[in-house]
C-alpha cells in the first residue's frame, strides 16, 4: 500500500483535467447546439414586454461579447472556488492532526 501512496496526487490530477476537459467538450458541443431563436418562455417574455432583470455579473464582464467566453470564466472561477475551499478544508485537517 505504501507504494500507491506516491501515485495518489498524480492520478488525481489525471482525474480532475479529465473531468474539467469533458465538461468544455460538453460545453462546446451544447453551444453548437443552442438556437438564437427564442423558446416559449423568452417568447411570452417578448409578447407581455417583459425584459430580463440584468445579472450581477454583467457589470464585471460587460466588456465582453462573446457568451461562450464568459461561461467559460464563469466555470473556472467556480473550480477555482471549489479547488481553493477544497485544499483549504485539507490544509486545515492536516494542521489540525
Not at 2 to 8: D, G, P, T
Not at 52 to 79: D, K, Q, R, S, Y
Request: with cysteine; charged share 20%.
Amino acid at each position: 500500500m505504501e507504494s500507491l501512496k506516491q501515485y495518489k496526487m498524480p492520478i488525481i490530477t489525471i482525474f480532475v483535467v479529465t473531468c474539467v476537459l469533458l465538461v468544455f467538450v460538453a460545453l462546446g458541443m451544447f453551444g453548437i447546439i443552442m438556437s438564437s431563436d427564442p423558446d416559449g418562455l423568452e417568447r411570452t417574455l417578448i409578447d407581455w414586454g417583459v425584459e430580463e432583470p440584468e445579472h450581477i455579473i454583467t457589470p464585471l464582464l460587460g466588456f465582453l461579447e462573446n457568451e461562450f467566453l464568459i461561461a467559460i470564466i464563469g466555470i473556472l472561477f467556480i473550480v477555482g472556488i471549489s479547488l481553493g475551499t477544497f485544499y483549504l478544508i485539507r490544509f486545515a485537517k492536516k494542521k489540525k492532526d
